[in-house]
């Protein structure tokens, strides 16, 4: 696993290599520069010191030992072009001067030569360029040996630095191996580097959601033993009812019980299920579709009819437009208007009705189940959408899911449930969509239905 330490520390040194060297480079070829200018001056010096001396040694007369630390090589020449001295043998020079300033190779290197016909002489006075090179060479590395030499330093200086930028990064990471399901507190936002600011602010999302998506698995589990105790204890009671039975017509009796009481336990676990997979955290379980919610209505009053017509109520559709069409998850609509539908029956008299419409208003799609039952006061209209609660005085049976599933439907799919009165006297439960496939934000429930 790559460190960002090692990495960014490697990356720093070895970019500040790169620009020391580079500045080597620059230095040497100023030192090289400098040093040819030094020593130009010094040959044509030293050729002008000259001028006045007679050179009438013969030129085989010159020092066949020199000084080795001598690096000039003088020759002289008659205005005749005859040499009249050399001081040292070997060196490969021209025998031929060319006056002024000229660089000539030679059999151990270049030479920097200066020749100048001064009074009834041609001097000429060389030095090889190995000797320049040598001494650029040496006054760039007395000028970068310090750098060179504080490099380790920089080294570390890097090393502690990055370091010290880095410990926000160590400090998260710490206070991150911290949280537990139970303590899943946000991350605190100040004094932190404006760097690392987006991945607190993304890891705080992440532990809000995450807290969010715990605390709903608790609340489903519990509510899903607090629904099934009930039905669960009363069908114990059936069966030791059943085998206690003396004839075979209390049996029947108390078997028709068990039956009525796994189809409501049945039915809870359904509930619950459907409810567990419309929660915000819970993975989409279908993508989004054009739904027709004429068509909806259609399929919904198909199903729901034989229960209908059992309790002997009117269930029909009064309204249909074609042109209202959301979409959005078919499978979880369908759950949705079947859920509203069938409490509508549940808790409209016999001989009432169940009329269901879907239309456009103000560009947006919406359904509507008007029924002509008691309705819900305006007070407990934002009550009955929470799990499980049912108004009192309510004998008819069930889970107190329902409108719990609608609503938690409708917020999944963008829209929004408002409840309100029916023309009839009973309740009218009003799902609107947005006019683009968006959301919805929540306002108050309506008084009247649209």
């Not at 001494?135 to 060179?148: F, G, H, I």
């Not at 336990?265 to 739904?291: D, K, N, S």
């Not at 808790?347 to 008007?370: I, K, M």
């Amino acid at each position: 696993m790559r460190s960002l330490r090692h990495t960014l520390v490697l990356t720093l040194l070895g970019a500040v290599t790169a620009v020391t060297l580079v500045g080597a480079l620059a230095t040497y070829r100023q030192a090289r520069q400098g040093i040819d200018q030094i020593f130009d001056y010094h040959l044509r010096q030293l050729a002008l010191s000259l001028r006045d001396q007679a050179m009438g040694q013969p030129a085989g007369g010159g020092s066949d030992a020199p000084e080795e630390r001598f690096d000039f090589v003088i020759q002289v020449w008659t205005r005749d072009g005859e040499r009249v001295y050399v001081s040292r043998h070997g060196t490969g020079l021209p025998e031929v001067a060319t006056l002024g300033f000229a660089t000539v190779p030679g059999p151990t290197g270049d030479w920097r030569v200066y020749s100048a016909a001064l009074g009834a002489q041609v001097i000429q006075v060389a030095q090889q360029q190995a000797v320049r090179d040598r001494l650029a060479m040496a006054a760039a590395l007395r000028t970068l040996a310090p750098l060179l030499a504080l490099l380790p330093l920089l080294a570390l200086l890097v090393w502690r630095v990055v370091g010290h930028g880095l410990a926000p990064l160590d400090r998260l990471a710490r206070g991150v191996a911290a949280r537990t399901p139970a303590t899943l507190e946000p991350f605190p936002e100040v004094e932190v580097p404006a760097e690392v600011l987006p991945l607190v602010r993304a890891l705080n999302d992440l532990l809000d959601r995450l807290r969010q998506a715990l605390a709903a698995q608790r609340a489903f589990v519990a509510d899903a033993a607090h629904e099934l105790r009930t039905p669960l204890t009363a069908l114990r009671l059936q069966v030791q009812l059943a085998q206690r039975a003396g004839d075979g017509e209390a049996r029947r009796a108390a078997l028709g019980e068990v039956g009525a009481g796994l189809e409501r336990a049945t039915h809870a676990v359904q509930q619950l299920l459907l409810l567990a997979r419309q929660e915000p955290e819970a993975p989409a379980a279908g993508t989004a579709e054009p739904v027709s919610l004429a068509e909806l209505i259609g399929q919904t009053v198909a199903d729901l009819a034989p229960f209908a017509e059992a309790r002997r109520i009117d269930l029909g559709a009064t309204t249909a437009d074609e042109r209202a069409v959301v979409r959005g998850d078919g499978a979880a609509l369908r759950a949705l208007l079947a859920n509203l539908v069938d409490n509508a029956i549940r808790y409209t008299p016999q001989g009432g009705r169940v009329d269901l419409s879907c239309g456009v208003a103000d560009g947006r799609p919406f359904l509507e189940v008007a029924d002509t039952g008691p309705g819900i006061p305006e007070a407990e209209r934002e009550r009955v959408f929470d799990r499980f609660y049912r108004r009192g005085g309510t004998a008819e049976p069930g889970t107190g899911l329902g409108l719990s599933i609608v609503k938690a439907i409708a917020d999944r799919q963008g829209a929004r449930v408002t409840l309100g009165a029916a023309p009839g006297g009973g309740l009218a439960a009003r799902v609107e969509f947005a006019r683009d496939g968006g959301r919805l934000e929540d306002r108050p429930k309506r008084d009247e239905p649209g």
